[in-house]
């Protein structure tokens, strides 16, 4: 934990054109735009096999020096003892409230997402499976592909989402983007001046749901209707994702026109 | 304004009105929200319903989960939240999913999934509230499903055993139950004055840790360390449930409560005595230990007689 940061940390997602699905990416782009926000230069490498490559299963995880971390909050901390944090400045009632808004967007929104993804039997049909085990041969991808399905109807089934409909679905992340516009107001970022990871969780769901085009339109609608929030990632995504260096700047071009993930 | 409607849901005890945290939240807000609820305790009979729990019974519609009944009350003009400001209501929203995600696991896990527990207390009390044949199998229903949650939404690598999932949820719930006392602070209710519907959720969640008496009691003890978060659970249990309990004289409730607040201050008083005792006995060694067993036993037969309430 004592070493700098080296030049050479890489943080490994699902391939980006073909593989990748609206829940990792939403989670590679929070932790992205978190590193950029604390100036950590890093490098996105593309694996088809990253989620097996990672320690806990979930992408994205980064490969710092000799250690790999994954997932947002372990790579937070991990960051803070190396000693960058986007939230020490703030009090503890105000870290108190970090922590339940970022509990809110990963119930609400990420739950949301994978309902989405796994759940609803178009999307599966049209999009999830052909995206997710298309680097495999046939019938790994289809074998892959339905085992994923099944571990994540089992997680629905046990937090109560199972029996939910898209239209209640749906109701949730308007509720959920309306609490986030009400608290984002009209400030810059949540606490005011500075980004927190907050920030960056919030920027990489939103602007992933913004910027995929699915079978209906109606996920990326609900965020349309709050001003504040597209003005949000369009601010985020200008000061710490354009304008930046060679490395990410192919993933830049690739992630700010609309994209398509339809085969 | 409707006629009055009918909750349906799990009794209580330990001086709860309900040992359900999803039950108490509801009856919470009811009585925050002054709605007109008359409250049926499941017992053994086969009229209960089956299914979720609870349940709102009104002019023929029936509305299952607290967040659907909560917003029905709000519908019919009973609404707790009415003096929010637009960013208070997004809090609220925000520090339920922090219950949600990080104490529920470690409540259930209490109730439900901790042998000695599970097998002494939480097993029989739902068991001789359910009918016979039910209450053989509906214990242990409710038991698979707590854990399979637990397993579901906190189990996955690269925490393998169940040995290390327990020791990350309760630490995750010992940090949400810090944040909760730091947010709370010294005012009455999260939001200034009047109880709202985030203060019924953490109500609903608090209570049953912090009343019920398991032999196996690690979360309970940290919310003890916590007075600001017991008085916010004792300060809701005296003014809003004094009168409606059924089976429970509100006279006899109410001084049981008071002599309850009385113990839980001595007791805070003697640990910090034992604290100041056991800093005495670093810097000077001769000081006579004797004092500190009879003082030490003192407080634990005060602690002893809210167990005397235990019924069968």
Known sequence: ??????????????????????????????????????????????????????????????????????????????????????????????????????????????????????????????????????????????????QKQWEVRRKMKAIGWAGKTLEQVLEDVDQCCQALSQRLGTQPYFFNKQPTELDALVFGHLFTILTTQLTTDELSEKVKNYSNLTAFCRRIEQQYFEGHDKDSSTTVAARSAKRSLLR | MAAPMELSCWGGDWGLPSLHPESLTVMAYAKFAGAPLTVNTINNSWRAPKGDVPILISEGIVISQPAKILNFLRRQKYNADYELSAKQGADTLAYIALLEEKLLPALLHTFWVEAENYCSVTKPWFASRIAFPLSLYLPGKMSREALNRILLTRGGPPLYSLTEVEAQIYRDAKECLNLLSKRLGTSQFFFGDTPTTLDAFVFGFLAPIYKVCFPRVQLQEHLKQLPNLCRFCDDILTCYFRLTLSGHSPAGQDTADANLQKLTQLVNKESNLIEKMDDNLRKSPQHPPRKLTTLKLAAGGEEGSPLNRLSP
């Open chain 1, 1 to 146: 934990a004592a070493e700098p940061w080296p030049e050479n940390a890489a943080l490994y997602q699902q391939l980006k054109e073909e593989q990748i699905l609206l829940s990792d990416n939403a989670s590679s782009l929070a932790v992205q735009a978190f590193l950029q926000m604390c100036n950590l230069p890093i490098r996105v490498v593309c694996r088809a096999n990253a989620e097996y490559m990672s320690p806990s299963g979930k992408v994205p995880f980064i490969h710092v020096g000799n250690q790999v971390v994954s997932e947002l909050g372990p790579i937070v901390q991990f960051v803070k003892a190396k000693g960058h944090s986007l939230s020490d400045g703030l009090d503890e009632v105000q870290k108190a409230e970090m922590k339940a808004y970022m509990e809110l967007v990963n119930n609400m929104l990420l739950t949301a997402e994978l309902y989405l993804q796994w759940c609803d039997d178009v999307t599966v049909e049209e999009i999830t499976h052909p995206r997710y085990g298309s680097p495999y041969p046939w019938p790994l991808n289809r074998i892959l592909s339905y």
